[in-house]
């Protein structure tokens, strides 16, 4: 059974820091893209950032560029999400996300396996 697990989340201030782990287990994702994406209050669910199987290719939506970064450790399954000078617009339910084995490099495109979720809440 796959399963995606994301730890880290919590409340933090404005200009605080945060990292968001996403261990995977059931199949390897050494090979697949991950990817992290958040729902804020009332809104939809939106893409933040991904990785490639190598860890040679990331995406950061432009909201997040130079404040957050992707990261994984194909040893230990898991992907990260380092978040600096966090804002209250960040504050949503932050999912992990992964493809199946998929060689090409398409972050924005569709992933097949996904996280419960944890939540982010950056306070004024």
């Known amino acids: 059974q796959v399963q995606l697990v994301e730890s880290g989340g919590g409340l933090v201030q404005a200009g605080g820091s945060l990292r968001l782990s996403c261990a995977a287990s059931g199949r390897t994702f050494s090979r697949s893209t991950m990817g992290w994406f958040r729902q804020p209050p009332g809104k939809e669910r939106e893409f933040v950032a991904a990785?490639?199987?190598?860890?040679?290719?990331?995406d950061h939506v432009d909201s997040v560029k130079g404040r957050f970064t992707i990261s994984r450790d194909n040893a230990k399954n898991t992907v990260y999400l380092q978040m600096n000078s966090l804002k209250p617009e960040d504050t949503a339910v932050y999912y992990c996300a992964a493809t199946g084995v998929r060689w090409d490099w398409s972050p924005r495109g569709e992933y097949d396996y996904w996280g419960q979720g944890t939540q982010v809440t950056v306070s004024s």
């Open positions: 990785i490639s199987w190598s860890g040679g290719f990331t």
